[in-house]
Nanobody, 124 residues
Framework: QVQLVESGGGLVQAGGSLRLSCAAS????????MGWFRQAPGKEREFVAR????????YYADSVKGRFTISRDNAKNTVYLQMNSLKPEDTAVYYC?????????????????WGQGTQVTVSS
């Protein structure tokens, strides 16, 4: 299994931006889809974005479409989440995730490896 470590979270005002990074080690990072999820207090973990192995295909939750951008650098074994026009409702712990196979959808149960998460707090 791949090991994942997120970074880049923090406190930002509404309308601001943050870029999250997820560094991978082990496994087969460059040949599998990667996903970002988030979990707010008292809520279930939800899908945010997904990127194919070569970055050619991306998919976003409706709630972040047009504001967030997922990308990856396979040479650096890193996936990114650029978050712009942040809203208070984006406040959550953000996780990156990888499946043990080449493809996964938007359900947390489809992913096998998870990072420890990074806190994003958006103040109004």
């Amino acid at each position: 299994q791949v090991q994942l470590v997120e970074s880049g979270g923090g406190l930002v005002q509404a309308g601001g931006s943050l870029r999250l990074s997820c560094a991978a080690s082990g496994g087969t990072f460059s040949s599998t889809v990667m996903g970002w999820f988030r979990q707010a207090p008292g809520k279930e973990r939800e899908f945010v974005a997904r990127i194919s192995w070569n970055g050619g295909m991306t998919y976003y939750a409706d709630s972040v479409k047009g504001r967030f951008t997922i990308s990856r650098d396979n040479a650096k074994n890193t996936v990114y989440l650029q978050m712009n026009s942040l809203k208070p409702e984006d406040t959550a712990v953000y996780y990156c995730a990888a499946p043990n196979r080449l493809w996964a959808g938007t359900l947390p149960s489809e992913y096998d490896s998870w990072g420890q998460g990074t806190q994003v707090t958006v103040s109004s």
